[in-house]
T-cell receptor
Framework: GQNIDQPTEMTATEGAIVQINCTYQTSGFNGLFWYQQHAGEAPTFLSYNVLDGLEEKGRFSSFLSRSKGYSYLLLKELQMKDSASYLCAVTDSNYQLIWGAGTKLIIKP | NAGVTQTPKFQVLKTGQSMTLQCAQDMNHEYMSWYRQDPGMGLRLIHYSVGAGITDQGEVPNGYNVSRSTTEDFPLRLLSAAPSQTSVYFC??????????????FGAGSRLTVL
């Protein structure tokens, strides 16, 4: 079966750095996405990785290792507004998106 | 530019009732989809469409129908509501970025409760 694993919940301090991990087992791989979802709102696109390595976008970076079936989302200089759920999703060999259950990130002052 | 518009935002149904969740996008996206989101689970694909007149089933299609008569509209119909269909429903359309990613733009969501 296909599976995406993420921690259910993480807590971090304002101004700090946090790394949210995502491991996947899918039939094929055609890209990995990270979306942010604030409580009661729709998911919004954060990042996309299809090749190994680090993609940096401002305070957010996403890393991919295809050989290890592993990605992480790195958030720097955390702000209270970063409190949200972070969803990892993988496109499989049929170009269908497989979603993780999401990681709820709680930021404390 | 409104993006993806979903209505209603909230709905309460009784078991056995039918209803339609409306979804419209003004971005001229060919691909549209419907997901449901339940606590502790990833988003699950209900139905999708790659263009007007073309629809296909996703992971959890039972109990739902869709149609795509125009590029803009993609309604989701619940035929006979069941408590198991209590969920938050998201409509999404997608565009392709310069790096080849098919990025989803989601509507605000419709919270459905079936009693």
């Amino acid at each position: 079966g296909q599976n995406i694993d993420q921690p259910t919940e993480m807590t971090a301090t304002e101004g700090a750095i946090v790394q949210i991990n995502c491991t996947y087992q899918t039939s094929g791989f055609n890209g990995l996405f990270w979306y942010q979802q604030h409580a009661g709102e729709a998911p919004t696109f954060l990042s996309y990785n299809v090749l190994d390595g680090l993609e940096e976008k401002g305070r957010f970076s996403s890393f991919l290792s295809r050989s290890k079936g592993y990605s992480y989302l790195l958030l720097k200089e955390l702000q209270m507004k970063d409190s949200a759920s972070y969803l990892c999703a993988v496109t499989d060999s049929n170009y269908q998106l497989i979603w993780g259950a999401g990681t709820k990130l709680i930021i404390k002052p | 530019n409104a993006g993806v518009t979903q209505t209603p935002k909230f709905q309460v149904l009784k078991t056995g009732q039918s209803m339609t969740l409306q979804c419209a996008q003004d971005m001229n996206h060919e691909y549209m989809s419907w997901y449901r989101q339940d606590p502790g689970m990833g988003l699950r694909l209900i139905h999708y469409s790659v263009g007007a007149g073309i629809t296909d089933q996703g992971e959890v299609p039972n109990g739902y129908n869709v149609s795509r008569s125009t590029t803009e509209d993609f309604p989701l119909r619940l035929l006979s509501a069941a408590p198991s269909q209590t969920s938050v429903y998201f409509c999404a359309s997608s565009y392709t970025t310069g790096s080849g990613a098919n990025v989803l733009t989601f509507g605000a969501g419709s919270r459905l409760t079936v009693l």
